[in-house]
């Protein structure tokens, strides 16, 4: 096939959603490669950079996993000249996995289409945009759920407005002192949180995450502000402050994921409607009920992931089978054979004549799952 028939194929992929065939469904070429485009670009969201994949052809099964206390034991013995060497001993322990299928699709109906200004690719794009977005917001929201809370890693810590009065002590009881307190030490209790990992599972922890809301009221902190560890030349910016929490606990600057991410209050709902009817036309859509402004009404816009921080050890190259890691992202690959960023999500273009318009609709399936509860600590309502 020429280079211009390639080229006339995939112009008339943007517009029928297929070349040659307007009614089929289909992994879009020029879709998938704009969502891509569109993850990339979206470096707010962080939840894809955090913890690695582990793909499976089956949508729920068991995995192995190896026993952290095998790491703190010396099994290595002198060898006589001529006799065997030892043979080591490690515990391995199955867990159990399901992963979870998500689906969202947006209509472009032949209205729009012919009403536009603007080149009828770029609405294609503008409509999977708003897809990939909600995908991102979705996976956002799964990892903050499954990972950013107390009650799932071996270690819970939580803040206090008072000041710890045990002695020198900087933790007490699994209490610490909020850090939006003026007495309060935060590199002192994010040292201890770091070292009870490292004491309970062999492992430090090498990443740490946080909500905007916190890292905010971190960096103000007075202990934060005259600690004299910046790497950065501009010693006021948001990435040198980041650079001295990270130098001071041991961590490297890459692993300290802030989250920006920030989602309608939740009260939100979204609310089915009525059948359509000649003024209005719905088909069914949920829609939210919003104010003048567009936002939804009665609601304070928050961030994704809550008042805490969490520590936790992660092997990026590891898939929770063969070696020390916190947590994995499970990805089925059964359904959707391409593994990707977004837990190997696909977006497809079809036609559907009853609604004379053209679809958008993506299809992911991944849950996040705990390996090893030892290798993380969450320091809950770090700040008041």
Partial sequence: MSQEQIAANKAKALITGEAGAATASHVDKPLSDFSVKVVQEDSEFKAR????NFNSAARQ???????PAYFMVNQVKERAEGTEAAKAKYGVKRKSYTTKVYGLKQPVTDESVANADKPIDRIYEDATKFIVRQFLLNKEKELAGAILKDGVWSGDWGGQAAAITAGDKIVAAAKFQ?????????LDVLDAAMESVQLKSGMRPNTMVMTRKVFTRLKRNSTIKTTKLYTNANSASDDA???TIASHIGIDPSR??????VEAGS??????????????VNNGVATITTDTEGYATGQTPQFIGGNGILLMHVDQSSTGMYSATAAVCCQWTGLYPDAGELGNTVFKRYRKEEYSSMFIEGRTAFAYHIVAPALGIYLKDVIG
């Fill in 49 to 52: 950079d955090i913890l690695s």
């Fill in 178 to 186: 909020q850090f939006d307190q003026n007495t309060s030490k935060p």
């Fill in 61 to 67: 099964d068991m995995y192995y996993f190896y026993e």
């Fill in 267 to 280: 009260g939100s709902t979204l609310t089915v409607e009525g059948a359509s009817t000649p003024s209005s």
């Fill in 256 to 261: 300290v994921f802030v989250l920006d991410v």
């Fill in 241 to 243: 402050i980041l650079d």
